[in-house]
């Protein structure tokens, strides 16, 4: 038995029904708009999609023009907890649009994932204060910038790799070094973890506590020809400083 085709239609019935019950009086296809509801000076639109698109979005915002309380209406997806779905209902709320989902069943059952209400932008930014820290923290520990914006399926140049390279620099130039000796030469903080979980396979160890360069760092960074001249610069002028 085929399953039935859905329609737009499917989802007025429920969200009609829900409306009216609360005491608003409910119209379907009034000057554009899917679904009206008004109760007293109260104006809610809700606009019928078979799935969540950027036309959807901006018809819902066109109607902002005409009142506050502006629904979108999709059905139900099957899968409500990946990020995709917390980003849509983040988009939804940050457009002060409200969204709500309707499961097609033998007995449809609305739920409204979000209400239309201001965005705090402020509120946001601060639960996300982590994450723009470490972003400032990578911008800081690059040197240059060597990706292209944009680019897919490339390897991407980040403040973890720069630092590799620079440790890779300098023990190329001076021969096994202990991290406190590499640190003392500018390599960062970050150097005994680098060296001890060695992610790129580019040093060995040859006694406690003393690292070497490998061949496959030696091979590896002949990848990144301005880095590796930017960093060998910098070890050279780290050494003239210390003949000072």
């Not at 901006?58 to 990020?83: G, W």
């Not at 059952?109 to 509120?123: G, L, S």
């Not at 880095?227 to 003239?240: A, H, I």
Request: glycine residues 6%; charged residues 30%; contains cysteine.
């Amino acid at each position: 038995m085929t399953e039935k085709k859905r329609k737009e239609a499917d989802l007025y019935q429920p969200i009609q029904k829900h409306f009216t019950k609360l005491g608003y009086k409910v119209n379907g296809e009034v000057n554009d708009c899917d679904l009206t509801a008004v109760k007293g000076e109260e104006l809610i639109i809700v606009e019928l999609k078979l799935s969540l698109t950027v036309d959807l979005l901006i018809q819902a915002a066109k109607r902002q023009r005409l009142t506050e309380l502006v629904y979108i209406a999709i059905p139900k997806p099957k899968r409500t907890r990946s990020k995709r779905w917390n980003d849509i209902c983040h988009l939804v709320k940050r457009l002060e649009l409200g969204l709500i989902t309707v499961s097609l069943t033998k007995r449809p059952k609305i739920e409204f994932t979000a209400h239309p209400q201001p965005f705090d932008r402020k509120k946001v930014m601060t639960y996300s204060k982590r994450k723009r820290n470490a972003l400032i923290k990578e911008i800081e520990g690059r040197s240059a910038d060597y990706n292209t914006g944009g680019s897919n399926k490339t390897k991407i140049m980040t403040a973890y790799k720069e630092s590799c390279i620079h440790i890779a620099c300098c023990l190329d130039k001076h021969g096994p070094l202990s991290p406190k000796a590499l640190k003392e030469i500018g390599t960062g903080d970050k150097t005994p973890s680098i060296l001890q979980k060695n992610y790129y396979k580019w040093f060995d160890r040859v006694q406690r506590g003393v690292y070497q360069l490998n061949e496959k760092g030696k091979n590896e960074m002949a990848d990144y020809p301005e880095l590796v001249t930017y960093y060998e610069d910098k070890v050279k002028g780290n050494l003239k400083s210390e003949e000072l």
